[in-house]
């Protein structure tokens, strides 16, 4: 996923002042359009009353230059022509004819039979027009400007949070560990960002912590059997060629035990390393009664003093048949190495809610309520001592979950209800027959 990453101040500065601009553009329209309606109501009342003056004039028998003068005036032009044709008045013929003139005859006085037409000062209202254009223009002007002064500002103090979370980010790139944001409220826009952003560092630092955790343990498990090689490689090197065949032999035997256990451990490292970078399944049809049977097999001569035992069905599974088996191995010998001489171990085959099942039981003292998640965690042992010894490296069960799930399955615990442990494999089922 690629992000751009744009200056997220400038697109809001910008993208608030062109909704500004665009708001300005409207309100100065309609101002316009305002001031255009009212002044044609002006302008028809102010020349309805001078047709009303001039007809009171008339009325009083007032001569035509007389009338002219009074009527002519004040932001008014007028045009008298009597019916002999003699024009009086500033208004000239070609303005008299515009559609904006009113034109009436008068019917009375010395000025009957005469047309009068008026007509507002065009020079007054188109002055009066641009003085609004270049008043409205200046204040739109000087109000996106003081709004991208106060955005500057404004945006910087909203996005402050966003500011903190790059500080606190940088600070724990440059080791500062533990600090979060905690936003309150937690319920905005930015409070749920930085809920998150504080998840995601828990998540973080977590995994850190468990990661060094595992090192230090794997390192731990490791130096064991490396420094019982060195103790076994320095007594084999003081050995003195006379030593009996029998001394020779046991070290011998001991450098050989300890080279295996170092070499499991670090093959089990290795799987946990590739399920880390997600390890690649061969898939194909598994036969897991067949398999198990194998293991089982196995298990009998590995483990003489218990009784292991294979029941179920054939069910086919869509499986990696050696990561299968390897599950599987591990269950077993868990499980043998839990139940005392004389113990039952039983593994059972079946299908459950569409999809295949594996079932390994065993008689042993079981797992701990509060331990049944704990022993999926890496190099986890309940019992420390008895692990060693059976060569254990606590890896096992956590590198079985992996392989489940790696396959769309999964591996839990479940309690028996009574003495013994119980741990149940899904798998996903296959309708495809193996090849044979």
């Known amino acids: 996923m690629r992000v751009r990453t744009v200056s997220l101040r400038r697109r809001v500065t910008l993208t608030a002042l062109g909704v500004v601009a665009v708001v300005l553009a409207g309100v100065l329209l309609a101002v316009q359009l305002l001031f255009t309606v009212a002044t044609n109501r002006t302008v028809d009342a102010i020349l309805s009353d001078r047709v009303q003056l001039a007809r009171q004039l008339a009325a009083q028998r007032v001569g035509p230059a007389a009338l002219i003068r009074r009527v002519d005036a004040r932001s008014v032009r007028a045009l008298l022509v009597m019916p002999d044709g003699t024009a009086f008045g500033s208004l000239t013929t070609d303005r008299a004819n515009a559609p904006e003139a009113r034109t009436i005859r008068l019917e009375t006085g010395r000025v009957k039979g005469a047309a009068l037409t008026l007509q507002a000062d065009a020079g007054l209202l188109s002055g009066a027009r641009s003085t609004l254009v270049r008043l409205s223009a200046l204040a739109g002007a000087v109000a996106l400007l003081v709004t991208a002064v106060i955005l500057v500002f404004g945006v910087r103090f909203a996005l402050s949070p966003l500011d903190a979370m790059t500080r606190l980010a940088r600070s724990i790139a440059r080791g500062g560990r533990g600090r979060r944001l905690s936003p309150l409220p937690a319920n905005t826009e930015l409070g749920r960002t930085a809920q998150a952003f504080d998840e995601m560092l828990d998540a973080l630092e977590g995994s850190e912590q468990r990661t060094q955790r595992f090192v230090a343990d794997a390192a731990h498990e490791l130096r064991t059997p490396i420094a019982g090689l060195q103790a076994v490689a320095d007594a084999m090197l003081q050995q003195s060629p006379d030593a009996p065949r029998e001394e020779r032999e046991r070290l011998q035997m001991l450098l050989g035990r300890e080279a295996r256990r170092a070499g499991k451990l670090v093959d089990d490292l290795l799987d946990l390393a590739r399920l880390d970078a997600g390890i690649e399944l061969q898939r194909q049809p598994v036969e897991l009664r067949a398999m198990a049977a194998t293991q089982v097999d196995r298990a009998r001569l590995q483990h003489p003093g218990r009784t292991v035992e294979l029941t179920g069905e054939d069910v086919i599974a869509d499986a990696d ?46 797992v701990p309520i509060g331990e049944q998640e704990r022993i999926f965690d890496r190099l986890v042992r309940l019992d420390d001592a008895r692990d060693r010894r059976a060569g254990g490296s606590g890896l096992g069960l956590p590198i079985a979950r992996g392989l489940a799930r790696a396959h769309g399955g999964d591996l839990a615990y479940v309690p028996a209800g009574g003495p013994g442990g119980r741990f149940r494999l899904v798998l996903p089922l296959t309708s495809a027959l193996p090849n044979r």
Do not use: F, H, K, Y
């Open 321 to 366: 048949p050696d990561r299968v088996a390897q599950i599987v191995a591990n269950l077993v010998d868990n499980a043998c190495q839990a139940t005392p001489p004389g113990g039952r171990v039983s593994v059972a085959i079946g299908r459950s809610g569409g999809a295949a099942e594996i079932t390994v039981a065993d008689t042993g003292p079981g």
